[in-house]
């Protein structure tokens, strides 16, 4: 059984049925029944949306340091109007899932590598870093109190968390904020292939995502606020997804706006794309280990556009999907159709997701030590 203990939780939920026409008044004298009940989730019907679960942590930076973190069930966040967040947009975030495992363990993958990417985004936006120690601490606690949250092995789901760092001290000249709130979040997501997986076609973009010597390499918000007009246009256009290359020559491939790029060649070798302004992908880091434990030839080096008509398979790399093919690249004139085609995922990158996929579900052993933190 499962106990909401959160209050705001089960007034969002009585508002919820209250808007699809139940009676308040019954709701809220049903008040005791709902917060005994088990957590009301169609698993198989998850998609990608938030929704607010019992319990998260925050932890605030003030005077200097950062004080105790701790458990809240609070999902609003109440800040100053002057907030360094709301007026220069200081905040930095991560993304990871907790999975249950097919012999019913709960894990999560490389939490660490999250801890470490996010302390490099804060120092690059003149943020107090939360250490490594205190990140998987606030991983632990969520997922551990949020247990019956988390999508059942057989669904494909997992819970997906939310780490995020933010500027919450008032600024209005120029200048970092003085005082910072570190949350975590969980809410639960559905298998990204649950109508099975279909390749998706790529626009390039006449938009730059990151300039060289920019905030590209980071997790930060700022670089997701930009790219929403150039997805809308796309998506406007009929593509799934945008391609942005290079800022400064616009002749090398550099990422989608959230997700690091695969191509595998005809000969069977796997290559990335590298430059400094791409957010380094733990997904994209973790499989080239496995293409590399499994006998590939990995190649990470600036990859031109006008390569792409001569790669056999290609796709897209991220926590969301893990793996996301993609069929056909439409810009600068041309449309190249890989080899791969528009029905399924090409067979290098199906080995290598099969993988990566297996070790996240306790199936395949990992080639490294500590790729899974077992949460009891
Ligand atoms: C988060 C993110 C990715 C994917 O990184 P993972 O660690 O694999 O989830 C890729 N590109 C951008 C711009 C991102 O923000």
């Not at 009676?23 to 917060?35: A, G, I, P």
């Not at 790399?317 to 069929?327: E, K, N, Q, S």
Request: aromatic share 12%; net charge negative; hydrophobic share 35%.
């Amino acid at each position: 059984m499962f106990c909401v203990k959160s209050h705001h939780f089960l007034e969002w939920t009585i508002d919820k049925l209250y808007s699809r026409g139940y009676d308040r008044v019954t709701l809220t004298e049903r008040k005791e029944e709902f917060s005994m009940a088990k957590v009301n989730v169609d698993w198989n019907n998850l998609g990608f949306a938030y929704q607010p679960i019992s319990q998260r942590y925050v932890a605030n930076f003030k005077d200097g340091k950062w004080g105790e973190g701790h458990l809240t069930d609070d999902a609003n966040v109440t800040i100053n109007e002057c907030a360094g967040i709301l007026q220069y947009c200081q905040e930095v975030f991560e993304g990871l899932k907790a999975y249950k495992t097919k012999d019913g363990r709960v894990v999560t993958f490389r939490p660490d590598m999250n801890a470490k990417r996010m302390i490099d985004s804060a120092k690059r936006l003149e943020m107090p870093p939360v250490s490594e120690e205190m990140f998987l601490e606030a991983v632990d606690q969520v997922v551990a109190a949020n247990k019956d949250w988390i999508p059942p092995f057989e669904s494909g789901g997992a819970l997906y968390l939310r780490p995020y760092l933010f500027a919450t001290g008032p600024v209005i000249g120029v200048k970092p904020s003085d005082e910072y709130q570190f949350r975590l979040f969980g809410t639960p997501v559905g298998s990204y292939f649950k109508n099975g997986v279909k390749p998706i076609t790529i626009c390039v973009s006449d938009y730059d995502r990151a300039a060289p010597h920019g905030t590209g390499n980071i997790k930060a918000g700022l670089n997701y606020a930009m790219s929403l007009y150039p997805y809308i246009l796309a998506h406007q256009k009929g593509f799934d997804e945008n391609m942005y290359l290079d800022a400064a020559t616009r002749t090398y491939v550099e990422e989608t706006g959230g997700a690091n790029f695969l191509f595998v060649t005809k000969d069977g070798k796997l290559v990335t794309p590298k430059s400094d302004s791409i957010l380094p992908s733990i997904t994209r880091r973790s499989l080239v280990t496995i293409a590399e434990h499994l006998g590939y030839t990995v190649e990470h080096r600036p990859v031109k556009f006008t390569e792409l008509k001569d790669f056999a398979e290609a796709g897209l790399c991220g926590t969301a999907a893990v793996i996301c093919p993609v069929g056909k690249v439409v810009g600068n004139g041309e449309t190249i159709e890989f080899p791969s085609g528009m029905k399924e995922m090409g067979p290098v990158l199906t080995k290598l997701y099969n993988t990566l996929r297996g070790i996240q579900l306790g199936t395949v052993e990992a080639p490294e030590e500590g790729w899974i933190r077992e949460i009891k």
